[in-house]
């Protein structure tokens, strides 16, 4: 069975730092690019970063630009966020979704994970 | 940044009703358009992808047509388990972006 599942949120004071976790299971992770996409309490959806199959290519929101990494283990099946600097304005869930290229610049995010819930709040 | 502007945000409609949203960009995205269902609760989910193209395993009640700059995403019967926020998104240029999502609620 094709899965993503996220883990690392929790509740964290504006300024300070979170590493959220996604792991792969049920297809060729390494075939393919990933992606971190979030959703504000209420809120619709917005593509946070993406990466390609072999790390080459990234990209991020100007939101989260300088603040946030993406990085990938294709030997561990896993995608990190590294997320420093953290504002209340990025308290969202958290998707881990799978594109269907190795190029993260093209497709769908045709996999999705179940979420994980980051709250910034002093 | 290519904007992506939903029409309506939202709508009530009959089991059964033929239903149609819209999308727009704000600059031509050929056919590099997705849409997709979240329930509530529930991650979003893949229906159509390069604005025509009905995923595997989706009704095919769903459909999508359209391409440059006007999109329309159409359920030809509503069923209750349709009930849903429904997302148009783009890929012709980074950042990727999404539409602000059409509710849908049944009648």
């Known amino acids: 069975e094709v899965q993503l599942v996220e883990s690392g949120g929790g509740l964290v004071q504006p300024g300070r730092s979170l590493r959220l976790s996604c792991a792969a299971s049920g297809f060729t992770f390494d075939d393919y690019a990933m992606h971190w996409v979030r959703q504000a309490p209420g809120k619709g959806l917005e593509w946070v970063s993406g990466i390609s199959w072999n790390s080459g290519n990234i990209g991020y929101a100007d939101s989260v630009k300088g603040r946030f990494t993406i990085s990938r283990d294709n030997a561990k099946n896993s995608l990190y966020l590294q997320m420093n600097s953290l504002r209340a304005e990025d308290t969202a869930f958290y998707y881990c979704a799978k594109g269907p290229y190795g190029d993260y610049s093209r497709g769908a995010f045709d996999i999705w994970g179940q979420g994980t819930m980051v709250t910034v709040s002093s | ?107």
């Open chain 2, 1 to 107: 940044d290519i904007q992506m502007t939903q029409s309506p945000s939202s709508l009530s409609a009959s089991v059964g009703d033929r239903v149609t949203l819209t999308c727009q960009a704000s600059q031509d995205i050929r056919n590099y358009l997705n849409w997709y269902q979240q329930k509530p609760g529930k991650a979003p989910k893949v229906l159509i992808y390069d604005a025509s193209n009905l995923e595997t395993g989706v009704p095919s009640r769903f459909s999508g047509s359209g391409s440059g700059t006007d999109f329309t995403f159409t359920i030809s019967s509503l069923q209750p388990e349709d009930i849903a926020t429904y997302y148009c998104q783009q890929y012709d240029n980074l950042p990727l972006t999404f539409g602000g999502g059409t509710k849908v609620e049944i009648k």
